[in-house]
């Protein structure tokens, strides 16, 4: 696994506004105060967790009876897929009579970034390698099941220190906008940055395709 770009990746999806600061700073000033912009933090940290872990989670499930060289092309092919889409087919927030809870910020984070492809960008860089799982199936079949523990351990740490870099990075780029930009001045930003994620996620399904 690659800790640099699980970092890496946590803070461009912590500052892209289409990942949860621009709606955090929207609620703020909804409220009218930077409480409402702490409170809306915790639960899209957890909503883009959970999106990065359903992925992870059925990749590794894939992993047990699909062979890696495939599932590296259906990973790929995702990725370039959803990548094209964000670029065919990408809009502003609207903000506007908004009245959320908790669960409402986990579920609104979560189908961001399951719409955003973030947990298919994390996928190729926590993959194991094919090498190693081939040469423990040929050692022993216990060998072959610790290989798959230790990946499965291995996603759980790379998920935590991505969604903590997440956090900090989207805490930091809201509390920043809230006190100094405010919302009117970022609107072209966020369409410029949701291009860019887009663009990025179809070169990575390229890169993930012919490695």
């Known amino acids: ?3 640099h770009a699980m970092v890496l990746l946590g803070a461009y999806h912590g500052i892209n506004p289409g990942m949860g600061w621009l709606f955090a700073v929207a609620l703020g000033m909804q409220y009218g105060g930077a409480r409402g912009v702490w409170r809306a933090l915790p ?3 957890l909503g ?7 992925v992870l989670a059925l990749a590794a499930l894939a992993g047990l009876i699909v062979p890696l060289d495939v599932l590296r092309v259906l990973v790929a092919s995702t990725l370039m897929m ?6 065919w087919r990408h809009r502003h927030p609207r903000f506007g009579g908004m009245q959320v809870g908790f669960r409402d910020l986990t579920v609104w984070s979560f189908l961001m970034a399951s719409a955003h492809g973030a947990g298919f960008m994390v996928l190729p860089f926590v993959m194991p390698d094919a090498g190693t ?7 022993h079949h216990a060998a072959m099941t610790t290989a798959h523990a230790t990946a499965a351990g291995t996603d759980l740490l790379a998920l935590a220190i991505h969604t903590l870099a997440y956090l900090v990075v989207m805490a930091l780029a809201a509390w920043i906008v809230y006190r100094r930009l405010g ?6 930003a966020w369409l410029n940055v949701d291009w860019v994620w887009a663009i990025a996620l179809v070169v990575t399904g390229v890169v993930v395709l012919v490695k």
């Open 1 to 3: 696994m690659d800790w």
């Open 43 to 45: 639960p899209i940290a």
């Open 48 to 54: 883009h967790a959970m999106a990065i872990g359903v």
């Open 82 to 87: 959803f990548g094209v889409y964000r670029l």
């Open 133 to 139: 799982l081939s040469a423990a199936g040929d050692h």
């Open 183 to 188: 919302l009117r001045r970022l609107r072209t």
